[in-house]
Nanobody, 123 residues
Framework: QVQLVESGGGWVQPGGSLKLSCATS????????MAWFRQAPGKEREFVSA????????DYVDSVKGRFTMSRASAKRTVYLQMNNLRSEDTAIYYC????????????????WGQGTQVTVSS
């Protein structure tokens, strides 16, 4: 079992920054891949970024490349999503998800997820 708790969401003006955190507990993190997905009202859940905890290679959707950075801190069992130059289209609930073995871009492949944290970008 893996438990995930997200934090760090909030309201920010366009061009601003936020840093999301996802704290994990349960099985050893070295066996996990972690991902951030987001879901805006009326839209399907969208892949944002993913990281293999052990390697740690990352993957990003094109719309966030150069603006978002995903990282992990093994001692804290926490992954982060640093979001810079935020745009109104980044507004969504952001979910942290976890799976055993390699990362993918499909939310259905992830067995564990958190409660989500709201990110609102508006002026």
């Amino acid at each position: 079992q893996v438990q995930l708790v997200e934090s760090g969401g909030g309201w920010v003006q366009p061009g601003g920054s936020l840093k999301l955190s996802c704290a994990t507990s349960g099985r050893p993190v070295v066996s996990l891949s972690m991902a951030w997905f987001r879901q805006a009202p009326g839209k399907e859940r969208e892949f944002v970024s993913a990281i293999n905890w052990g390697t740690p290679t990352t993957d990003y959707v094109d719309s966030v490349k150069g603006r978002f950075t995903m990282s992990r801190a093994s001692a804290k069992r926490t992954v982060y999503l640093q979001m810079n130059n935020l745009r109104s289209e980044d507004t969504a609930i952001y979910y942290c998800e976890a799976k055993v073995d390699g990362k993918t871009r499909s939310s259905g492949d992830y067995r564990y997820w958190g409660q989500g944290t709201q990110v609102t970008v508006s002026s």
